[in-house]
Nanobody, 121 residues
Framework: EVQLVESGGGLVQPGGSLRLSCAAS????????MTWVRQAPGKGLEWVSF????????NYADSVKGRFTISRDNAKNTLYLHMNSLKPEDTAVYYC??????????????WGQGTQVTVSS
């Protein structure tokens, strides 16, 4: 059974930092690209960041570029999102998702339950 379990969220002041983790099990973690997405209160899903299976290729939404860093430890089956210089608009539930690749496209197939990040003074 595929499981993705996010952790590390919480309440932080503007300008602060957090590190989110996503513990993966039930599949060969090192064989899949992964992504972080978020959903702010009352808004739709927003893609945040992507990392390929080996960790050598990453990509970020413009809204987080230069402040967030995605990484992975394939030996520990864990995905991370290091978030610095947090802003109130980063407040959201953050989800990690597994990205299979087929016929030239990545697609979402499994999600975690999410972890709440609240940026407020």
């Amino acid at each position: 059974e595929v499981q993705l379990v996010e952790s590390g969220g919480g309440l932080v002041q503007p300008g602060g930092s957090l590190r989110l983790s996503c513990a993966a099990s039930g599949f060969t973690f090192s064989g899949y690209a992964m992504t972080w997405v978020r959903q702010a209160p009352g808004k739709g899903l927003e893609w945040v960041s992507f990392i390929n299976s080996g960790g050598g290729s990453t990509n970020y939404a413009d809204s987080v570029k230069g402040r967030f860093t995605i990484s992975r430890d394939n030996a520990k089956n864990t995905l991370y999102l290091h978030m610095n210089s947090l802003k109130p608009e980063d407040t959201a539930v953050y989800y990690c998702a597994k990205l299979p690749y087929s016929e030239g496209y990545y697609y979402f197939d499994y999600w975690g339950q999410g972890t709440q990040v609240t940026v407020s003074s």
